[in-house]
């Protein structure tokens, strides 16, 4: 650099570095601004050389003090703390959306505790008598399945009297002399006129368990590649443990497969849990050896390769400040009622590259004392060296985290959760590295004047030791000193710099804006894991995608709306929004059995002409039979919820049951949670709502987009506001945001490049991009801004 040695007085905004050395020139007047920037860099001076002096007289007792704040901080931690559930759905919605109060609702009223396990057979033509044959096998083995005291058809969920099992094969009632018996011809009448299920009385879709289907030339399916089979098992408490089991030997049936059938694919509800818990085991290894590099590098940069001078024991310092303000977090951020999420565990990362950031800048600066400076008493210099590096981490700190405290605005549980962490973390860093590392930062210098071995204090070297020449070589400073500034200081080197970014803007512009809005659950599982492979196989065979879901109704008056529960259905099957014959209404199947019924009982409490009850007492009475005694209405029995108050059947809420179409893409997402919401709302008002697992999905994909966005906007508001006070500089403060919005930019882009989407975890990433991008270049502006001289 071509200025002073920093002490100097700012030409530009009239910060004071260090106090000691001072300008002979007139200062410059000062803007309103710049005398703001002024006192507060002048207050945070003082202070910090203060705090340094104090420190670096008694290392030991602020070290102690430190941890004892620590300590009592984190006490509460163990009795605060809580952990999202997993699975936990509702962490990714937002906190007002109506979906959420439906899913409260549904779950009060109809707790599911199903559980289920699927295979995928795939051939080159699933619609023959070998392949029905083989699975018929496989059908046979699960259900002779044992775990303890239970069986299949102990832990199965009922429909009517069959266990349930959705598969072609339900078409020949799962009879293994029909089956076997079925000729080509036979297979194929039967795939192309079934509309109802023999089994369990429903009505039959069968292209929604046929993939890579073909069609003959009168339109018929005449043959189909894969073909899926689905058990429904209970999985309450009392059974839950042995349902799991259950499904464990399932999966193993299902990879051992048939020799008659070329694959077979398999999931059930633990898979997920199981391979992407194991992926997540697996990567420990990786995040033990990132914490060691880390380490190692912290040791090579702080200190020099020899005995004396090599600083081991301030890199663990320096750990030890980042898990102590985890410790922190964890703790303050429970206190305040936030759970730990699935993202937390980034945590570490985020605070150990700020907190190692932050070390560099209070070592350098203690480094950087003028040869005067360090001839001074060590409380000095240390007071000294933190006077100017505490306001330069305030400044990079201060950024972070109301970056951080803005996200924490977002209406997403999960990212509010980790940004209250993460904020919480970095004041606790920013404490810390003040206070305890600079009070090692002196214990470690004290060591070094006393020519105590680095690795083993006990050891003295004697007075003749002389570190080797080679340690004394500082690489990167030098390469930075003598080559990279000065060549990229040069006028066209400038230029092709200036050019290359712009192209790179332009290019990552172009990808951030074409970032796609889309999230699959498979992501989080390794690509060679069985659970990924029936993902695959799902979404190449079955990308219909096609959602079940259900309307339900609230208590109210069944027997008066007779009309609405008509209008409902009706509608529902017109839909656009609904898969086409999917939908499965009781209330429909009632009245239609009380039109048909021969049942003299029946017919003395219905109108003759309307057929319908003549009051509600025998509207629920009759209902209540309908789906205990009929066969046709058994199936319904877990769609309703009956009340008995007072020896007086009621419903307390109600299911019609119906299938979601496939959706392209986010938006159509959107579109269909919308349009079925209005649907249902414009016909039954407020009593009625539609609801699926696949609708949290959709209200989450809704907002995610808006709320990234605004949440970056915010923070790089925030960010300029904070350069621009702490700075004085509109033009400096305008290039750190600029850096900041170049970073956001050119990491979007190559996201969109890499195949990635905007999703919840990506969402998170951008936001630490911020946090982190932040730092360097606020680190850059606000050292420039302490040295007089030229530009260059």
Same mark, same amino acid.
Request: hydrophobic share 40%.
């Given at each position: 650099?071509?200025?002073?040695?920093?002490?100097?007085?700012?030409?530009?905004?009239?910060?004071?570095?260090?106090?000691?050395?001072?300008?002979?020139?007139?200062?410059?007047?000062?803007?309103?601004?710049?005398?703001?920037?002024?006192?507060?860099?002048?207050?945070?001076?003082?202070?910090?050389?203060?705090?340094?002096?104090?420190?670096?007289?008694?290392?030991?007792?602020?070290?102690?003090?430190?941890?004892?704040?620590?300590?009592?901080?984190?006490?509460?931690?163990?009795?605060?703390?809580?952990?999202?559930?997993?699975?936990?759905?509702?962490?990714?919605?937002?906190?007002?959306?109506?979906?959420?109060?439906?899913?409260?609702?549904?779950?009060?009223?109809?707790?599911?505790?199903?559980?289920?396990?699927?295979?995928?057979?795939?051939?080159?033509?699933?619609?023959?008598?070998?392949? /029905?044959?083989?699975?018929?096998?496989?059908? #046979? !083995?699960? @259900? *002779?399945? =044992?775990?303890?005291?239970?069986?299949? +058809?102990?832990?199965?969920?009922?429909?009517?009297?069959?266990?349930?099992?959705?598969?072609?094969?339900?078409?020949?009632?799962?009879?293994?002399?029909?089956?076997?018996?079925?000729?080509?011809?036979?297979?194929?009448?039967?795939?192309?006129?079934?509309?109802?299920?023999?089994?369990?009385?429903?009505?039959?879709?069968?292209?929604?368990?046929?993939?890579?289907?073909?069609?003959?030339?009168?339109?018929?399916?005449?043959?189909?590649?894969?073909?899926?089979?689905?058990?429904?098992?209970?999985?309450?408490?009392?059974?839950?443990?042995?349902?799991?089991?259950?499904?464990?030997? /399932?999966?193993?049936?299902?990879?051992?497969? #048939? !020799?008659? @059938? *070329?694959? =077979?694919?398999?999931?059930?509800?633990? +898979?997920?849990?199981?391979?992407?818990?194991?992926?997540?085991?697996?990567?420990?290894?990786?995040?033990?050896?990132?914490?060691?590099?880390?380490?190692?590098?912290?040791?090579?940069?702080?200190?020099?390769?020899?005995?004396?001078?090599?600083?081991?024991?301030?890199?663990?310092?320096?750990?030890?400040?980042?898990?102590?303000?985890?410790?922190?977090?964890?703790?303050?951020?429970?206190?305040?009622?936030?759970?730990?999420?699935?993202?937390?565990?980034?945590?570490?990362?985020?605070?150990?590259?700020?907190?190692?950031?932050?070390?560099?800048?209070?070592?350098?600066?203690?480094?950087?004392?003028?040869?005067?400076?360090?001839?001074?008493?060590?409380?000095?210099?240390?007071?000294?060296?933190?006077?100017? +590096?505490?306001?330069?981490?305030?400044?990079?700190?201060?950024?972070?985290?109301?970056?951080?405290?803005?996200?924490?605005?977002?209406?997403?549980?999960?990212?509010?959760?980790?940004?209250?962490?993460?904020?919480?973390?970095?004041?606790?860093?920013?404490?810390?590295?003040?206070?305890?590392?600079?009070?090692?930062?002196?214990?470690?210098?004290?060591?070094?004047?006393?020519?105590?071995?680095?690795?083993?204090?006990?050891?003295?070297?004697?007075?003749?030791?002389?570190?080797?020449?080679?340690?004394?070589?500082?690489?990167?400073?030098?390469?930075?000193?003598?080559?990279?500034?000065?060549?990229?200081?040069?006028?066209?080197?400038?230029?092709?710099?200036?050019?290359?970014?712009?192209?790179?803007?332009?290019?990552?512009?172009?990808?951030?804006?074409?970032?796609?809005?889309?999230?699959?659950?498979?992501?989080?599982?390794?690509?060679?894991?069985?659970?990924?492979?029936?993902?695959?196989?799902?979404?190449?065979?079955?990308?219909?995608?096609?959602?079940?879901?259900?309307?339900?109704?609230?208590?109210?008056?069944?027997?008066?709306?007779?009309?609405?529960?008509?209008?409902?259905?009706?509608?529902?099957?017109?839909?656009?929004?609904?898969?086409?014959?999917?939908?499965?209404?009781?209330?429909?199947?009632?009245?239609?059995?009380?039109?048909?019924?021969?049942?003299?009982?029946?017919?003395?409490?219905?109108?003759?002409?309307?057929?319908?009850?003549?009051?509600?007492?025998?509207?629920?009475?009759?209902?209540?039979?309908?789906?205990?005694?009929?066969?046709?209405?058994?199936?319904?029995?877990?769609?309703?919820?009956?009340?008995?108050?007072?020896?007086?059947?009621?419903?307390?809420?109600?299911?019609?049951?119906?299938?979601?179409?496939?959706?392209?893409?986010?938006?159509?997402?959107?579109?269909?949670?919308?349009?079925?919401?209005?649907?249902?709302?414009?016909?039954?008002?407020?009593?009625?709502?539609?609801?699926?697992?696949?609708?949290?999905?959709?209200?989450?994909?809704?907002?995610?987009?808006?709320?990234?966005?605004?949440?970056?906007?915010?923070?790089?508001?925030?960010?300029?506001?904070?350069?621009?006070?702490?700075?004085?500089?509109?033009?400096?403060?305008?290039?750190?945001?600029?850096?900041?919005?170049?970073?956001?930019?050119?990491?979007?882009?190559?996201?969109?490049?890499?195949?990635?989407?905007?999703?919840?975890?990506?969402?998170?990433?951008?936001?630490?991009?911020?946090?982190?991008?932040?730092?360097?270049?606020?680190?850059?502006?606000?050292?420039?801004?302490?040295?007089?001289?030229?530009?260059?």
């Amino acid at each position: 650099m071509d200025g002073k040695k920093n002490g100097a007085i700012n030409s530009t905004n009239g910060h004071v570095s260090n106090g000691d050395i001072h300008s002979s020139k007139e200062e410059p007047k000062l803007s309103c601004l710049q005398k703001i920037s002024h006192k507060i860099i002048s207050v945070l001076e003082t202070a910090f050389y203060r705090l340094g002096r104090l420190i670096g007289t008694y290392p030991w007792r602020v070290m102690l003090i430190s941890t004892i704040v620590t300590g009592i901080i984190c006490i509460a931690a163990p009795f605060t703390f809580t952990e999202s559930a997993d699975g936990d759905d509702t962490l990714w919605v937002p906190v007002n959306a109506k979906v959420l109060d439906y899913k409260s609702w549904v779950e009060s009223v109809f707790p599911s505790t199903v559980r289920f396990g699927t295979m995928i057979f795939v051939s080159d033509n699933v619609l023959t008598p070998t392949v /029905l044959s083989a699975m018929w096998t496989i059908y #046979n !083995s699960s @259900i *002779s399945l =044992t775990t303890g005291t239970n069986n299949f +058809s102990t832990l199965c969920i009922q429909s009517g009297s069959n266990c349930l099992v959705n598969s072609i094969l339900e078409l020949w009632s799962y009879d293994e002399t029909t089956i076997k018996a079925a000729s080509q011809a036979d297979i194929k009448t039967k795939i192309n006129t079934a509309t109802t299920s023999p089994m369990y009385f429903n009505s039959y879709d069968v292209t929604t368990v046929l993939g890579g289907k073909v069609y003959d030339g009168s339109g018929k399916i005449d043959s189909a590649t894969a073909t899926k089979m689905t058990w429904f098992i209970q999985g309450d408490d009392a059974v839950k443990d042995q349902a799991e089991a259950w499904e464990q030997q /399932l999966i193993d049936l299902g990879q051992k497969g #048939n !020799s008659n @059938i *070329s694959t =077979t694919y398999v999931f059930a509800i633990r +898979s997920f849990s199981d391979e992407a818990g194991g992926a997540i085991r697996g990567d420990i290894a990786f995040l033990s050896a990132g914490y060691v590099i880390v380490i190692v590098y912290i040791t090579i940069m702080l200190g020099k390769f020899n005995c004396l001078e090599q600083r081991f024991g301030l890199a663990i310092a320096g750990v030890v400040v980042v898990g102590m303000s985890i410790g922190i977090c964890f703790s303050l951020a429970s206190l305040c009622g936030f759970e730990y999420g699935p993202l937390h565990s980034v945590l570490p990362f985020l605070l150990l590259g700020i907190g190692v950031d932050d070390m560099f800048v209070i070592v350098g600066a203690l480094k950087n004392l003028s040869d005067e400076q360090q001839k001074l008493p060590l409380n000095e210099r240390i007071g000294k060296a933190l006077r100017h +590096s505490g306001a330069s981490i305030t400044v990079t700190s201060l950024t972070d985290i109301m970056a951080f405290f803005i996200g924490a605005t977002t209406l997403l549980p999960a990212l509010r959760s980790f940004c209250i962490f993460a904020a919480f973390g970095i004041i606790a860093l920013y404490g810390l590295s003040t206070t305890f590392f600079v009070s090692a930062m002196t214990v470690d210098v004290k060591r070094a004047a006393a020519r105590l071995n680095a690795c083993c204090c006990f050891y003295k070297h004697k007075p003749e030791y002389k570190p080797n020449n080679c340690s004394q070589k500082e690489y990167l400073p030098a390469f930075i000193l003598k080559f990279y500034a000065p060549n990229l200081l040069k006028f066209p080197v400038k230029i092709v710099v200036l050019v290359l970014t712009a192209g790179l803007f332009g290019l990552t512009i172009w990808g951030t804006v074409n970032l796609e809005q889309k999230f699959e659950e498979k992501w989080f599982l390794p690509s060679d894991s069985y659970a990924y492979d029936y993902l695959t196989a799902s979404d190449k065979y079955f990308s219909s995608g096609q959602e079940q879901a259900g309307v339900y109704c609230k208590n109210i008056d069944y027997f008066g709306k007779k009309t609405e529960m008509e209008s409902l259905y009706t509608q529902l099957t017109a839909s656009n929004y609904v898969v086409n014959g999917t939908v499965d209404s009781w209330f429909n199947s009632y009245t239609d059995w009380l039109s048909t019924t021969s049942d003299a009982s029946v017919i003395a409490q219905i109108d003759g002409t309307t057929k319908y009850p003549l009051d509600s007492t025998k509207f629920y009475d009759l209902l209540h039979q309908f789906v205990t005694t009929e066969s046709t209405g058994l199936r319904f029995s877990r769609n309703l919820k009956f009340s008995n108050t007072s020896s007086v059947l009621g419903l307390t809420g109600s299911k019609i049951s119906f299938y979601h179409p496939s959706v392209k893409d986010t938006v159509e997402g959107f579109n269909v949670l919308d349009g079925i919401q209005s649907l249902v709302a414009g016909v039954a008002g407020s009593d009625c709502f539609p609801y699926s697992q696949i609708h949290l999905t959709w209200e989450s994909n809704k907002v995610i987009r808006q709320e990234l966005y605004r949440n970056i906007a915010l923070a790089a508001v925030c960010v300029f506001i904070i350069c621009l006070v702490l700075i004085a500089n509109i033009w400096t403060s305008l290039m750190v945001f600029s850096c900041v919005a170049l970073t956001f930019v050119n990491v979007g882009g190559f996201m969109h490049f890499w195949g990635l989407t905007i999703d919840v975890v990506t969402c998170v990433q951008l936001i630490l991009a911020i946090g982190l991008a932040v730092d360097y270049s606020a680190h850059i502006g606000h050292c420039f801004m302490t040295f007089q001289g030229g530009r260059n």
